[in-house]
Nanobody, 126 residues
């Protein structure tokens, strides 16, 4: 299983960023995908998740209303776009996969996920 997150960087508050998670073919097809973020010394926080079939999404309270998670089936990616960035969005963003037979199921805790990518740093300057 391979997951790789990319797209992080240094951005200004108020702008948007799109981070991308590429998964190997079988993982992409058979898994629900989640995005989490972590600041050094703090717990890993749920950001968003999307079902295996892409029809169901959910968002963490900290980004709800200003984030979109979606599947790009051509690229085999799950992308997360966050709008109206705030300095408190600064974190390492991780994507994770959970294989499931239920195409419409989503998972919201870090304990639900079996596979993790290496993370991409997002830094929001004020």
């Amino acid at each position: 299983v391979q997951l790789q997150a990319s797209g992080g960087g240094l951005v200004q508050a108020g702008t948007s960023i799109r981070v991308s998670c590429v998964a190997s073919g079988r993982t992409y097809t058979n898994s629900a995908i989640g995005w989490f973020r972590q600041v050094l010394g703090k717990e890993r926080e749920f950001v968003a998740s999307i079902s295996r079939d892409g029809t169901i999404t959910t968002y963490g309270a900290s980004v709800k209303g200003r984030a979109t998670i979606f599947r790009d089936k051509v690229k085999n990616t799950v992308d997360l776009q966050i709008y109206g960035l705030k300095p408190e969005d600064t974190a390492v963003y991780y994507c994770a996969a959970r294989e499931t037979h239920d195409s419409g199921r989503i998972f919201q805790t870090k304990y639900d996920y079996s596979y993790w990518g290496q993370g991409t740093q997002v830094t929001v300057s004020s």
